[in-house]
């Protein structure tokens, strides 16, 4: 792409005439070392600048933004002050989100619920894609993106077309690459195709620096659609450890919140099929959407454990995979009729009452029985420890009773007493 650029050296006499694309390119390619391709129509003096620049996008910003100074010196010292505006300025964090306001502000109307993808994913919002290992996650996660960035309903949702980018931390880029390959020729992109993909870019949400540094980059590139594979990768400590855990909700959400953006993250179950870590982790988000699928079977079932603006009904989706006749492997989802067997509707939300224990007693008898993960799931609120207690409590009383044989090994369920 950079044989494109002319290196030949410009002078002009000529009146500046700003050019706010051209400088919003300059920028980019400054900040970020994005360079479009293909390249756009631009004036002479920028396209000597941008294939200075080009040639430095293996170096530092410092070095790319003196190399972009040095690149037009010899024109209108104007071409600069415009770059240097363009560029996203590098607030303090603080400041920036600790903004005071009033009741005038608040009597405001509230913005209109915006989605991504309609029923599912809200505009801003948090979201976790959970699921054993083998169940498809990650493709999925892709058929979504691609479906997003191309503005193809998903699965029987419309969705609102808009920049993706897609943040691997956990496949490599070998194995990613061959994934969304498939997938972007199975949905017919072209290079026009607003998706981007980061691969192992190794980033720490606990560090506030370092999630403003991703944050800071898919601003720049107007993402609206961000997915994440995985949570474990972003915090590089123990997912119970809720010190570990509430720096990265923290930082998603305002990676949400900045961008304007849903945010996907993949998410693992541990050996007992539910999320793992702490009980914080479903309190954080908006949607927490099951994935369950055998390896060798392409049905797909998706159901809400806890949905915060609306809780979709389960549904279900095939995978296809398959080889075209030039050799190109692809691979997308098609919406199915078929019903989910092994998930069941998320509960209708309990109103809040005065303690635990209520609450317990409440979310049983509209839903007659309940596991323990069932109900640590809905009350999120609640630490998983003070459940264990209230559940204890309510037994020794009698108010509820095991609805299970009680047997050693057999995972309890709860109901009320008689």
């Not at 195709?193 to 370092?210: H, K, M, V, W």
């Amino acid at each position: 792409m950079s044989d494109q650029l002319s290196t030949a050296p410009l002078e002009s006499d000529q009146p500046y005439l700003p050019n706010p694309a051209a400088a919003r390119i300059l920028s980019q390619a400054v900040q970020f070392a994005f360079i479009p391709d293909p390249l756009p129509d631009l004036p002479p003096e920028w396209m000597q600048a941008l294939a200075a620049v080009t040639r430095m996008r293996d170096f530092s910003r410092h070095s790319r933004w003196h190399t972009f100074v040095a690149a037009v010196s010899a024109f209108n010292y104007a071409m600069v002050e415009e770059v240097a505006a363009a560029m996203q300025n590098s607030v303090d964090r603080l400041e920036k989100d600790r903004v005071l306001y009033a009741t005038k502000d608040a009597l405001h109307d509230p913005p209109r619920l915006e989605w991504a993808v309609e029923g599912l994913f809200a505009q801003p919002s948090l979201n976790l894609l959970v699921g054993d290992p083998g169940s498809k996650k990650t493709f999925l996660a892709i058929d979504l993106a691609v479906s997003v960035a191309m503005g193809k309903p998903w699965l029987g949702h419309a969705v609102n077309p808009c920049p993706v980018l897609f943040v691997d931390e956990e496949t490599g880029m070998h194995q990613l690459w061959n994934r969304l390959n498939a997938s972007l020729h199975a949905h017919g992109a072209d290079i026009s195709t607003p998706f981007e993909f980061i691969s192992l870019g190794g980033y720490d949400f606990r560090d506030n620096a370092d999630a403003e540094q991703l944050i800071h980059r898919a601003r720049g590139r107007g993402s609206g659609f961000i997915v994440i594979d995985a949570l474990a990768n972003l915090m590089h400590s123990g997912e119970n450890n809720l010190g570990s855990v509430q720096p990265v909700l923290f930082n998603l959400r305002r990676m949400a919140e900045s961008c304007k953006a849903a945010v996907i993250v993949i998410h693992h179950n541990n050996r007992h099929g539910v999320f793992r870590g702490s009980s914080s982790i479903s309190a954080g988000v908006d949607l927490m959407l099951s994935i369950r699928s055998a390896p060798a079977d392409s049905l797909i079932e998706l159901s809400a454990f806890k949905a915060r603006f609306k809780a979709p009904q389960p549904f279900c989706a095939r995978a296809t995979f398959e080889t075209a006749p030039d050799g190109q492997e692809r691979f997308h989802l098609e919406p199915t009729d078929e019903k989910p067997t092994s998930l069941t509707p998320l509960p209708a939300p309990v109103a809040p009452r005065k303690g635990l224990t209520l609450c317990i007693l409440e979310f049983l008898e509209q839903n007659r029985s309940a596991t323990r993960e069932q109900l640590t799931t809905h009350l999120s609120a609640h630490t998983e420890g003070s459940i264990r207690f209230a559940l204890h409590e309510l037994l020794s009383s009698g108010q509820i009773k095991r609805a299970d044989s009680g047997s050693k090994g057999t995972k309890a369920v709860y109901e009320l007493s008689s």
